[in-house]
């Protein structure tokens, strides 16, 4: 496995960083005290784990005025994701369910 | 597997199914059919009828017949709109059925991503989905 996939796959195994980098994924960016409202840690811990994941280039910190807004960057998955063979894979997964379905078909 | 031509690229998946392309077809072009392998949709087999692919991951594609050949061939587009251009998709999805002596064979060519379009896909959301549940697995695996 490549270096940069290990370090992203270490810095994702933790749940709470993983937990919120996906929120960052899902609803935008967002400042550390929202984050901490919801992460059920405290938030010199969310600081600790949003460092991380900003070393792995997974998120990117904006800072307005005593507010540090984080947001996350897809980007940096791009090495994980290839487009081509997960879209293969999904093909492949769905000719699985037109076999059976098929199978089950008349005539 | 993967090509790569010129601006674009296509994925190519190819399989050997022990029915005749009559069956296949059906399956291909009747949207309760389509429905049990690919997705809920709006499809009709007629040149130019525009209809919507939804994803259970709540993604919707938006589609358009581009080749009708019944039993033999089936074109239509696979676009995905997406606020961010790099999660934006514009490709062409050409099924094709060859007879064969035990069946046929099922050509699936999916063309058109961008080369630098490493994130897009139609289901890029359910890849995500199963990316994140992948990634407990895959962690167990490595130190």
Known sequence: MPKTHNVLFRTLADPTRRALFERLCREGEQTVGALTARAGVSQPAVSKHLGILKQAGLVRDRHEGRQTHYSAQLGALAPLIDWTSQMAGFWRSRFDRLEDLLKRMDQ | ?143
């Open chain 2, 1 to 143: 597997m993967n090509e790569t031509s010129g601006e674009t690229r296509a994925v190519v998946v190819e399989r050997d199914i022990p029915y005749p392309p009559e069956k296949i077809w059906r399956a291909l072009t009747q949207p309760h059919l389509i429905e049990e392998w690919l997705m809920k949709n709006d499809f009709d087999p007629v040149v130019g009828h525009r209809f919507n692919l939804r994803g259970d991951w709540g993604g919707v594609l938006d589609c358009e017949v581009l080749a009708v050949e019944p039993n033999k061939m089936l074109s239509y587009t696979w676009n995905f709109a997406h606020a961010d251009a790099a999660f934006n998709l514009r490709s062409v999805v050409t099924f094709t059925l060859t007879p064969t002596s035990t069946g046929t064979r099922l050509r699936m060519e999916q063309s058109g991503f961008r080369p630098d379009q490493k994130q897009a896909y139609g289901g890029a959301k359910a890849g995500w989905q199963q990316f994140f549940a992948k990634l407990e697995q895959v962690l167990t695996r490595i130190d």
